[in-house]
């Protein structure tokens, strides 16, 4: 998944980590994420927001396993 911004309304290629932020789930079942380490080695995927993306939205893991991307939080919103 690191080929583009995983943004999917985003076409920004990915080149550099130092370019955006990336996000590692490890795998269940194949299809299914978690961000729980796994003792059965299941593997991991990594995903990538570019620069922009990132700036406003972050990824989680939701309790039915899959990756949602959620809008992050202004600075000022959280000290309130």
């Known amino acids: 998944m690191l080929a583009k911004c995983a943004n999917p309304s985003c076409n920004a290629k990915f080149k550099y ?3 955006g932020r990336l996000f590692e789930f490890n795998i269940v079942d194949g299809a299914r994420y978690t961000t729980i380490p796994s003792s ?10 570019c620069e922009q993306c990132s700036r406003v939205l972050t990824l989680q893991c939701t309790t039915d ?3 949602v991307r ?9 000290a309130a």
Do not use: M, N, S
Not at 40 to 49: I, N, V
């Open 70 to 78: 959620v809008p992050r939080i202004a600075r000022q919103q959280r």
């Open 40 to 49: 059965a080695g299941t593997g991991r995927e990594r995903f990538w927001l």
């Open 17 to 19: 980590l130092r370019e």
């Open 65 to 67: 396993g899959d990756i």
